[in-house]
């Protein structure tokens, strides 16, 4: 069964959406999202080096993209850990992953706010979209508020399969505390939540039916939103303070 991410010291275990899975005996399940989604079974070993190395002859075998071996394996050979992208590509590889994301964006604010509005709550409160140039992507607040509300990051993701489990990989997720973590379905009615400041991954993985994915769901997302509001675990923020959370990767989108 996943057990979730779990990253080594070797850069493609820490940076490049590989899943690797603990199980007896030392061994190791290393598995990687690569071109067109797919998730490529690399193999079993008995220590974080095998696996790595494993992982490298994998990689190179599927993808030919420098950019891409460059940022992702474990030991780069000289001439690929040397590569140097033109100017020319770095900027359209820029914009055509920012589009990516923005309608990725565009799309789970889309689902968080069309569920919400299934609640009894929705009378109440209300989920208000922040500029795409904010760490903030939304605040959930009290209906036509002035004064800001719960600051919400919003992180989406389709479902993978792994043997008989069934899980949903969310990237870039550490980095988010004082917020309130929203992790969303985009192929099912499925939403879960989490505060920023108890995940320490840069990636994760919720699989169903696991302790995790219990304890995060959101079941009742109306009901769960007023709670995390009304107890005040997380701080309220105003809409001004939101748009000066700006960072440079979500300025280029380019990470």
Not at 135 to 164: E, I, M, W, Y
């Amino acid at each position: 069964m996943f057990c979730g991410s779990a990253p080594g010291s070797f850069a493609g275990l820490d940076v490049d959406l590989i899943l690797v899975l603990p199980l007896l005996f030392l061994a190791w399940v290393v598995l990687m999202p690569a071109t067109g989604g797919r998730v490529h079974f690399v193999g079993y070993f008995s220590n974080d080096t095998e696996a790595a190395c494993a992982f490298d002859a994998k990689l190179r075998a599927i993808c030919t993209d420098p950019v891409r071996l460059k940022k992702s394996l474990n030991f780069p050979r000289k001439e690929e850990a040397s590569y140097e992208e033109p100017l020319s590509e770095r900027r359209s590889r820029g914009l055509k992953k920012s589009f990516k994301s923005l309608a990725k964006d565009v799309e789970s604010l889309r689902r968080l706010q069309h569920r919400f509005s299934k609640s009894p709550q929705a009378s109440e409160f209300e989920i208000v979209n922040i500029p795409s140039q904010s760490r903030v992507d939304a605040l959930f607040q009290p209906r036509g508020s002035k004064s800001g509300g719960l600051p919400l990051q919003l992180k989406s993701s389709s479902r993978h399969k792994s043997g008989s489990s069934q899980y949903y990989f969310f990237s870039g997720t550490r980095g988010y505390d004082g917020m309130l973590l929203v992790l969303i379905a985009l192929d099912r009615d499925m939403i879960w939540m989490v505060p920023g400041s108890e995940v320490s991954q840069k990636q994760l993985a919720v699989t169903l039916g696991s302790e995790r994915e219990k304890a995060w769901r959101a079941s009742h997302l109306g009901l769960a939103l007023v709670e995390y509001f009304k107890k005040g675990r997380l701080p309220q923020i105003s809409m001004k303070d939101a748009l000066l959370q700006c960072g440079g990767s979500h300025i280029v989108e380019e990470h």
